[in-house]
T-cell receptor, first 116, second 116 residues
């Protein structure tokens, strides 16, 4: 099976612009989560989508948003970019089964965003 | 609140030495999951192991082994006979399963350098 794919891999934007990142999960995986990784804050959870609905959300401002499509692919959008948004954005997918079992999250290679 | 502490920021060893990466966690939940991920320079988080709170049996996989001790809230990772390819940042992560697929809480990571 192909792994999680993310596009683009690298991105350079300027302050005030907006950006859209894309994530395609492993085939059959229905949950997609997004994480931000920075040297200072480490890995922080942004949000999780399942069946086109946001189920969990981290502590990030409203400039960060996302969505999931019917084929489980997900996009995240950051509006009005700030210098501090420079980070590696990682997407993870997991196979969701019935019950309250924590499934393993498999990560993509990430999108490295640089805001100038 | 959940918390993961990886006190070792950086470790450097000579090839073929054994090395242990420490992970201490905090949670009020009785049901939870622990994970280890490896992040090579390429950036992708590679899943290594998942362990639930009811299974304290230690695990060995080739040169890798994990020691889970609920009494000390620790989930340590040992690499035996380290190799240069083991050089990476290793993350310990925690999640509960109270509400289904929940976000991972990561430690700050331990950067392992294996010198030939």
């Amino acid at each position: 099976k192909a792994g999680v794919t993310q596009t683009p891999r690298y991105l350079i934007k300027t302050r005030g612009q907006q950006v859209t990142l894309s994530c395609s999960p492993i085939s059959g995986h229905r949950s997609v989560s997004w994480y931000q990784q920075t040297p200072g804050q480490g890995l922080q959870f942004l949000f999780e989508y399942f069946s086109e609905t946001q189920r969990n959300k981290g502590n990030f401002p409203g400039r960060f948003s996302g969505r999931q499509f019917s084929n489980s692919r997900s996009e995240m959008n950051v509006s009005t970019l700030e210098l501090g948004d420079s980070a590696l954005y990682l997407c993870a997918s997991s196979l969701v089964t019935s019950g309250a079992t924590q499934e393993t999250q498999y990560f993509g290679p990430g999108t490295r965003l640089l805001v100038l | 609140a959940q918390k993961v502490t990886q006190a070792q920021t950086e470790i450097s060893v000579v090839e073929k030495e054994d090395v242990t990466l420490d992970c201490v966690y905090e949670t009020r939940d009785t049901t939870y999951y622990l994970f280890w991920y490896k992040q090579p320079p390429s950036g992708e988080l590679v899943f290594l192991i998942r362990r639930n709170s009811f299974d304290e049996q230690n695990e060995i996989s080739g040169r890798y082994s994990w020691n889970f001790q609920k009494s000390t809230s620790s989930f340590n990772f040992t690499i035996t006979a380290s190799q240069v390819v083991d050089s990476a940042v290793y993350f310990c992560a925690l999640s509960d399963s109270f509400s289904g697929n929940t976000p991972l809480v990561f430690g700050k990571g331990t950067r392992l350098s294996v010198i030939a």
